[in-house]
């Protein structure tokens, strides 16, 4: 194997890379501590400081660490750098070699559609196929269905499948009668059934698309690094036309690989795992991956559900190492269509991230590992911090507008306390924020205006840029509804409602508007009164609260039209939120 392929001999020499990371973001995090300790020190009750100002450090440090990260990869990619080995080269390039081992790419299914899966596991079969690889993989799908009707449709069109590619690739379906485990325990199945066949399988969902080049790169890869457990590839939403996923498949198809690649530049050799479109080492996995089941009831108790971060911290436990190569193309799945079906995915993912906190402190953990816990619990807790944080300023404002400037403290003095307004600071503090959160995008959105093959397969500078502000306005409307919805959700499973892990909702799914009123109604009353309290007490503060509230107030009209297939196809009518992917689909069609 040549020597371009390897990636084990760089384990463990990220230490700089971390300390470098940490460094930035506690640098970042004190300045914005220190320009808020300043903005809040004459301002309200003093009993609420104490505790606004750890939720501002927690969460003004969350996001300055997805900014050090899209920094990294913004450097990297315009020095041309791959994020693992700092060469120019990736692992992955060049011919691929033959491949000596046997790999099993594995379908997990569970009251899907048989017709959409089978159309996917065709076109991968085909891209396979024109790699001259393809004998060297099988394909397996798992079903977990339990709907007798579909259950008789995925035997008819995976049984058809089967024929028509029984010259070429082996196509092996086996339904469970109980799904034990749920996806976890139907590839654990598998495993003892068939997995001393294969040295490597490589894991996709329901609504996964891998191209056959990636799968054979992916195979190569782990042959050639043999204390390799794991490898993740980058994951492109695509394949949904209303306006909901159209907007955040190109906000994720522009601004996700420069995140990716940062956190594949510090993350290195324990990297985590995402549950799907990743390769991994089945003798490995057996070895290492066997779930445990927590004590008491869910959902904080019983089967793991989110299983993938557990895997990649046994794994790493058990010596084998985890990547994650960006520039691995070709890895696809499927978004919610709609907002609600989003919030219901995000529903199942915190209560199985917050199952974690039973495991951050199992014995043998890398310490990787239990920060990539860490960061999966925080990612849902940050809403309710949010929350709390503009409760707690907007308490503080109406406190002071209320008690009035005190001149003299607790204690005799001939001086008065002069007010003070510190508006450098907090224009500062306003500037520093929206450069964090707004960062990586607008470098991402360098590099694609930079290169002009690259702004071509996005409609273009001036769609691209469009497409940059509408997306830009319509996450800032949303991040407040989610917002609500997670910390209702964590409120919901605290308090011990459990959701299990109900078939994933597919297609375009549209939302009417009695739907969105009722899921909405509280979001639209909780804007109002916010908006009905502060403007009659502090008016002058409504322009600083008005992005949040407003993404309230729109909460219902919002959810309904970014539903709708058809507003997704009058933008791309507009060439907005274009993607590469989107323009290759349209050649072919033009050319066919």
């Known amino acids: 194997m040549s020597e371009g392929w390897q990636l084990d001999p760089h384990a463990g020499r990220a230490g700089w890379r971390r300390w470098l990371l940490l460094i930035l973001v506690l640098v970042t995090t004190a300045v914005g501590l220190i320009l808020m300790g300043r903005i809040v020190a004459a301002r309200g009750p003093e009993i609420l400081k104490p505790i606004f100002l750890p939720c501002f450090a927690l969460l003004f440090a969350w996001i300055a660490l997805s900014f050090w990260s899209g920094v990294f990869g913004f450097l990297l990619s315009v020095l041309r750098r791959h994020p693992v080995t700092l060469s120019r080269q990736s692992p992955a390039a060049g011919v691929v070699p033959t491949l000596h081992q046997r790999t099993a790419i594995l379908v997990p299914v569970y009251n899907e559609d048989p017709t959409e899966v089978s159309g996917r596991l065709a076109v991968m079969q085909r891209s396979l196929q024109a790699t001259g690889h393809a004998a060297a993989f099988d394909f397996f799908v798992l079903s977990d269905t339990t709907n007798a009707e579909i259950a008789a449709e995925e035997e008819r069109l995976y049984g058809e499948l089967r024929e028509r590619l029984a010259a070429e690739t082996h196509l092996f379906y086996r339904r469970r009668a109980q799904n034990t485990g749920k996806k976890a325990g139907n590839i654990a199945e598998w495993i003892g059934t068939r997995g001393p066949d294969y040295a490597f399988m490589i894991v996709l969902d329901a609504d996964s698309l891998l191209s056959g080049d990636t799968m054979v790169r992916l ?17 492109v939403p695509a394949g949904r036309e209303t306006l909901f996923a159209r907007a955040l498949q190109f906000s994720s198809r522009m601004t996700g690989v420069v995140l990716s690649m940062g956190n594949s530049f510090w993350q290195t050799s324990e ?35 989110s299983h993938d971060f557990v895997e990649a911290a046994f794994l790493r436990r058990g010596g084998w190492y985890c990547w994650l190569l960006p520039e691995l193309r070709g890895s696809y799945e499927e978004l919610p269509s709609n907002l609600l079906d989003y919030a219901v995915r995000d529903r199942r993912w915190m209560q199985g991230n917050l199952q974690h906190a039973r495991l951050i402190s199992q014995r043998g953990l890398h310490w990787m590992s239990r920060l990539h816990f860490g960061m999966g619990i925080f990612a849902y807790v940050a809403s309710p911090l949010w929350l709390a944080m503009l409760m ?26 002069w007010p003070q307004y510190h508006w450098p600071e ?63 959700f964590l409120i919901r499973i605290l308090g011990g409602n459990a959701v299990g892990w109900p078939p994933q909702a597919r297609g375009d799914r549209g939302m009417d508007w009695r739907q969105a009123l009722q899921r909405h109604i509280g979001h639209v009353l909780f804007g109002v009164a916010a908006l009905t309290a502060l403007g009659a007490i502090v008016p002058d503060y409504v322009p600083w609260i008005l992005p949040v509230v407003a993404g309230l107030l729109l909460s219902v009209p919002l959810a309904v039209l970014s539903s709708r297939r058809a507003m997704g196809l009058a933008a791309r009518r507009l060439s907005l939120f274009v993607t590469p992917e989107e323009r290759a689909q349209a050649t072919l069609a033009i050319g066919h």
Not at 223 to 235: K, S, V, Y
Not at 405 to 415: A, K
């Open 271 to 305: 990297a985590n795992y995402f549950g799907h479109n990743a390769i991994l080492r089945v003798a490995a996995f057996a070895e290492c991956c066997r779930l445990p089941v927590l004590s008491g009831r869910p959902p904080l108790g019983g089967e793991i559900l």
């Open 426 to 488: 907090i224009h500062g503090l306003l500037g520093m924020t929206l450069a964090l959160l707004l960062g990586p995008k607008l470098l991402a959105l360098t590099l694609r205006l930079w290169s002009t093959r690259g702004v071509r397969r996005f409609g273009g500078r001036l769609a691209m840029t469009a497409s940059f502000l509408v997306e830009t306005a319509f996450s800032t409307l949303l991040a407040p509804v989610m917002m609500l919805f997670h910390t209702t």
């Open 392 to 417: 707690l300023s907007s308490a503080m404002v109406v406190d002071h507008r209320i008690t009035g400037d005190i001149f003299f403290g607790p204690t005799r003095s001939l001086f008065p306390l």
């Open 219 to 235: 195979a190569a890869l782990m042959e050639a690094n043999p204390r390799t457990g794991l490898i993740q590839t980058h994951i």
